[in-house]
């Protein structure tokens, strides 16, 4: 694939004509269900973007971690708080992390961070199942968020795994 203009192929923002409508009501969206549904705030980290959107569900089940996109550059965990919606209502927990964004940082720091915030949410001994919306996904909830970086999960001696979701399918860890 040489010649490859990255820019071009990953910025869905110039791709998709009608992002400004789209991304509005998604802000519409998530403004409403935190109004309703009051998320938990948890640190995971000394930064002020070190923190987690928590909707904990019934408390029994997994937690999805859904990590934010952005193109690596915008937006915080408080723009997809709608996407709890649905799996809430099936009592499903959902955290949505946030991290530092590029250039501040690089795209390693920000898998560093979701890492750290992984082993923060696997204290709650719950099973978690990895997720993420544009560019973050394949990278930060696929290939590089496995069970090892998670470590050792309290209430997992019944071997439970992880679900580890990638762009291109699922695997188990």
Avoid at 138 to 147: K, S, T
Wanted: charged share 20%; glycine share 10%; aromatic share 8%.
């Amino acid at each position: 694939m040489a010649n490859v203009d990255y820019e071009v192929e990953y910025n869905n923002r110039a791709r998709v004509p009608e992002n400004p409508v789209l991304m509005a009501g998604w802000a519409s969206d998530a403004a409403a269900y935190r109004k309703q549904h009051a998320p938990q705030s948890i640190l995971y980290g000394p930064g002020a973007r070190n923190t987690i959107d928590f909707f904990p569900g019934d408390g029994e089940g997994p937690i999805v971690v859904f990590i934010h996109g952005g193109y690596w550059q915008a937006l915080d965990g408080s723009f997809f708080s709608h996407c709890a919606r649905g799996l809430n209502a099936h009592g499903i927990g959902v955290a949505v992390p946030t991290y530092d964004l590029c250039p501040d940082v690089t795209v390693d720091t920000i898998v560093t961070q979701m890492r750290t915030a992984s082993r923060e949410l696997a204290r709650l001994g719950r099973p978690l199942v990895m997720s993420g919306h544009s560019a973050v996904r394949p990278r930060a909830a696929g290939r590089n968020l496995d069970q090892q970086a998670i470590g050792s999960r309290p209430g997992n001696s019944e071997g439970r795994k992880s679900l580890v979701l990638e762009a291109a399918g699922t695997r188990q860890s």
